[in-house]
């Protein structure tokens, strides 16, 4: 039997720096050369990667290398005294190759590599004809062509000011560590024309952070205190966009001729030949929503679509892999201005409606009932098809599973195009495109396809060999019913090595977000923001505790009618009640599970249905970790809270008070241990103290940790990955972590 030293080196070995390149050609990125062919960067190697760049033929499926790959490695040798190709991104151009190497910009050109030196813009930004950049608040252009500079506004003001980014958006961390982030505009496609916002936030109500720690070159070790604007759901004042389209080559601009705004310039897509902006108005409370039709040369607005829910709407894709562009909703309006397609979920599961725009007349729905239509990807209006993703496709094993379609404009010729089961991501490039599918339990396959959805070759099947390796624990795929008796939920679990007849405790990762499915649904090896795969749940299973993930009601991708459990119901948390009673059902298809030793853990929301979940279930969840958690949603930003608690009003009041974590502090009856990070300016460190001082009102023994150093992602951080670890296995357990630490080495 391996000591607990042993289990703890084998838990290391699941971190992420070990798993995020474990797994070769999992994620082929398609670079386009032209019509008829593009490249992509072959994996090979490993701990360090090495690529190759492989060119396509896309008519024929065909591979070669893009360029001599031996003369490339001989240079590098000359230059650097490494032969090996290490970047994975370059600027390709027949005569010419620009690459990132060791920080620094280089370019390969006849044989030899010569370093190119880049000026830093900042947050400007620039097309083909125009520089666009602010000072004292207010916009300037300087035309690329003859260095002619003008000022496009003048009415810009602190927190009034012209292209910003809303100040509550990492705005600490980003000064914090002197990062910019670029102005928000939206060229026209011919870049002459560009629609952007004067951002009013000056009556926004201020929070604050505390920055305690020690910076190298500070002459001072007197704490710093950092102002942002964030306004909570019972305040009146709340950021404000106003909208100006600017014509670039005259120096004007006409003030779109609506109410504000609440969104950033995602709201607005330029129509194909610039002629229109379609826009997407999104009302406070997120109740009501208007589809606009924009006249870019007066700011005139024609409103084409008014939609309105009883509870709430869910109309952003937020870009979360939306090729046509990064327009936050699923609409359009064709080029010739006269047909309208608007995603709605008025009949349960999201479908697209055409409406005639002259007249305003819903035409009916144009995409099939039973399946869930979500992001556009593609508009092919010389045949009038729509190509998009859906959910809770028929031909799928898990009704969260997103494939590619196509339907006609009226609704006719319906098809899904990629007929394997799982998970599917899409890169689009007008004539063809690739298809990455996966499952948790299936690797990655890369297929070249048609706009039929016929498979033109095999680009790539992952190599999950040093993965394995590493002692990475397939996931297994189950369901079992939610709290109503009928509904089935998804999950995956991670098994621990045990003896036949033993039983083991679990840990339920869970975010709790009504935003957003949380269960992994592709082959999982890397994670956004250096954060843990699965949680930890790798290395918890290590150490000998099992692991489980899964989505209750009220999670979108199924339906209005499930998502709609959330509505007044955050601090239900995505089904936090079906976590407890599918117990029963899960001990019986996993006997070896001791359903009466549970833990439990997330991050931000994950972190309030973590607290929620020891004082609401204390008799069923035994140990917590909860990070960064709301606690109390109206101590969070209203843009978020007001979607599923509506406004702060009498009619809504009582939710928000109901979803007040710290009115449970009386219940807590197993270990909680509670961590913030001090510089989060996402959700206040507050929100955490809160929950805190309830405890100590009510005489609680808890544990409180505090990451001096952290904003909001702190499952990202080293201290915490190790702390949360040893937490589970000395309560859950009853095991002392071993003195000498294989995962100490990680916080040097």
């Keep these: 039997m391996k000591s607990i030293k042993e289990k703890y080196t084998d838990a290391e070995k699941l971190l992420l720096k070990h798993t995020h390149n474990a797994v070769l050609n999992g994620k082929p990125k398609a670079v386009k050369i032209d019509d008829n062919f593009f490249y992509y960067a072959k994996e090979s190697g490993y701990p360090l990667t090495e690529y190759e760049f492989v060119k396509v033929d896309i008519r024929t499926g065909e591979k070669s290398l893009l360029f001599d790959h031996d003369e490339l490695r001989k240079s590098l040798k000359e230059s650097f005294g490494d032969e090996r190709i290490t970047f994975k991104n370059i600027d390709y151009k027949e005569d010419e ?312 404009f009226d609704g006719s010729e319906f098809e899904v195009l990629n007929k394997e089961d799982g998970f599917h991501m899409i890169q689009f490039m007008d004539t063809y495109y690739l298809d990455t599918y996966s499952r948790v339990d299936l690797p990655p396959v890369t297929n070249l396809c048609d706009l039929d959805g016929n498979i033109i070759t095999v680009i790539e099947k992952a190599d999950i060999s040093n993965l394995l390796e590493l002692g990475y624990i397939i996931p297994k795929r189950f369901t079992v019913k939610a709290r109503d008796g009928k509904t089935d939920l998804y999950g995956i679990l991670i098994e621990p090595e045990h003896k036949e007849g033993e039983t083991v405790p679990y840990v339920d990762h869970i975010y709790g977000g009504p ?61 936090l009640l079906d976590h407890v009673t599918m117990a029963k059902e899960l001990k019986e298809k996993f006997p070896f599970l001791d359903t009466d030793n549970v833990g439990i853990w997330g991050n931000s929301g994950g972190g309030c249905a973590t607290s929620r979940a020891l004082l609401e279930y204390p008799d069923y969840f035994k140990v917590g970790v909860s990070s960064a958690g709301n606690h109390d949603q109206r101590m969070y930003n209203n843009e978020w809270t007001e979607r599923y608690y509506g406004l702060y009003n009498d009619e809504h009041k009582d939710a928000y008070i109901t979803g007040d974590n710290t009115s449970l502090a009386k219940n807590l009856k197993g270990h909680l241990l509670i961590v913030h990070g001090m510089m989060d300016d996402n959700v206040t460190m507050s929100q955490s103290i809160r929950l805190v001082d309830a405890l100590i009102k009510e005489d609680k023994d808890f544990d409180f940790l505090i990451l001096p150093r952290v904003n909001h992602n702190v499952p990202a951080d080293p201290y915490f990955q190790r702390i949360k670890l040893d937490y589970f296995v000395k309560h859950l357990l009853g095991i002392d972590p071993p003195e000498d630490h294989p995962f100490k080495k990680e916080a040097e």
């Design 97 to 408: 190759i620009g690459f990132d190497y060791k920080g620094k910009t280089y370019v390969y050109k006849n044989g030899n590599i010569s370093e190119v030196i880049k000026e830093d813009t900042g947050s400007d930004v620039c097309n083909e004809y125009y520089h666009i950049f602010t000072k004292d608040f207010n916009l300037y252009r300087e035309d690329l062509r003859n260095k002619e500079i003008i000022q496009l506004s003048s009415d810009g003001s602190d927190h009034n000011s012209y292209a910003g980014i809303l100040d509550d958006a990492e705005s600490v961390t980003k000064k914090v560590r002197n990062r910019t982030s670029k102005l928000k505009v939206n060229f026209s496609h011919d870049g002459k024309k560009m629609i952007t916002y004067r951002l009013d936030e000056r009556d926004v109500k201020d929070l604050y952070i505390i920055q305690a720690y020690d910076e190298d070159g500070r002459e001072s070790i007197r704490p710093r205190l950092h102002t942002y604007k964030v306004c909570f759901p019972e305040d009146e004042e709340y950021s404000r966009y106003y909208y100006y389209i600017f014509d670039l080559e005259k120096g004007t601009s006409v003030k779109i001729d609506y109410k504000p705004f609440t969104k950033d310039e995602n709201s607005f897509m330029w129509s194909r030949d610039d002629s229109f902006i379609i826009g997407t108005w999104v009302e406070r409370g997120y109740q009501n929503a208007v589809m606009l039709k924009i006249d870019p040369d007066n700011g005139k607005c024609e409103e084409i679509v008014c939609e309105h829910s009883d509870t709430f709407l869910n109309l952003a894709t937020y870009g979360i892999q939306d090729s046509y562009g990064k327009y936050h909703f699923s609409n359009f309006i064709s080029s010739d201005g006269k047909r309208a397609f608007f995603q709605s979920e008025r009949d349960d599961y999201a479908r697209f409606f055409e409406y005639d725009v002259k007249t305003k007349e819903c035409l009916g729905p144009v995409t099939p009932e039973d399946s869930i239509a979500t992001n556009i990807i593609y508009v092919d209006e010389e045949n009038e098809y729509i190509y998009y993703l859906a959910n809770c496709i028929s031909l799928y094993s898990d009704p969260y599973y997103q494939g590619l379609c196509r339907v006609h």
């Design 515 to 575: 935003q957003m499915y949380f269960v992994p649904k592709e082959f999982t090896y890397d994670h956004y923001n250096n954060r843990e795969i699965f949680g930890g749940l790798e290395s918890l299973a290590k150490l000998g505790i099992a692991g489980i993930i899964i989505d209750g009601l009220g999670t979108p991708g199924r339906g209005k009618k499930l998502h709609d459990y959330s509505w007044l119901n955050i601090h239900g948390n995505n089904g």
